[in-house]
């Protein structure tokens, strides 16, 4: 038996000054806001500097899944 297919959610960024969109899963979405209000920053801030510390060959959205991921891991390595 398959999965539903998951939807995305696309949302509009500003990043360098320059309109964006990024489109990902829910749930990656509920992990970068979390992490997010967790530092005191903008989801948009947040992105940003996911955006500014991937490799120039890597799409943003693989960068913020990775990123969603690695802030999964660390939350549950400390609980």
């Known amino acids: 038996m398959t ?3 998951r939807h995305l ?4 960024l500003i990043l360098a000054r320059h309109k964006t969109s990024l489109a990902l899963e829910p749930e990656f979405w509920a992990v970068l806001q979390r992490r997010a209000a967790a530092r005191g920053i903008t989801l948009g801030a ?4 996911i955006d500014a510390a991937k490799p120039a060959s890597r799409p943003l959205a693989s960068a913020a899944r990775l990123a969603a991921l690695c802030y999964s891991e660390e939350g549950s390595a400390g609980g």
């Open 3 to 5: 999965a539903p297919p």
């Open 9 to 12: 959610e696309k949302r509009s």
């Open 46 to 49: 947040l992105i940003t500097g």
